[in-house]
């Protein structure tokens, strides 16, 4: 499986990004998209840590408590694309944001139940 993420750019602390992954790498729909799907992020100096997750058909999502209710993670299957809407950036949002491919296609907060990952778009938040 190979991710590409996108969306990523400057804005201003208050204003909104919309993330996306693009999919790839599988032969049909329904084995490209039949996993659980995640964003993480990595501030400077930080460790990467867990923002959002989403499983195969949408109905179950988890969120870093840091991002609940300005964040909205779904997936669009057809178009074997995730996003990843945010609201209310925050500076401490400023971070590298990766998507990544579950393991099963239930949704999970740990990056050990992801094995492929895109490589990361730059979200910077200015005050």
């Known amino acids: 499986v190979q991710l590409q993420a996108s969306g990523g750019g400057l804005v201003q602390a208050g204003l909104s990004l919309r993330l996306s992954c693009v999919v790839s790498?599988?032969?049909?729909?329904?084995?490209?998209?039949?996993?659980?799907m995640g964003w993480f992020r990595q501030a400077p100096g930080k460790e990467r840590e867990f923002v959002a997750s989403i499983n195969w058909n949408g109905a179950s999502r988890y969120y870093a408590d840091s991002v609940k209710d300005r964040f909205r993670i779904s997936r669009d299957n057809f178009k074997n694309e995730v996003y990843l809407q945010m609201d209310s950036l925050k500076p401490e949002d400023t971070a590298v944001y990766y998507c990544a491919a579950g393991k099963t296609p239930m949704a999970t907060t740990t990056d050990t139940g992801f094995d492929s990952w895109g490589q990361g778009t730059l979200v910077t938040v200015s005050s």
């Open positions: 790498g599988r032969t049909t729909s329904n084995r490209d998209m039949g996993y659980g």
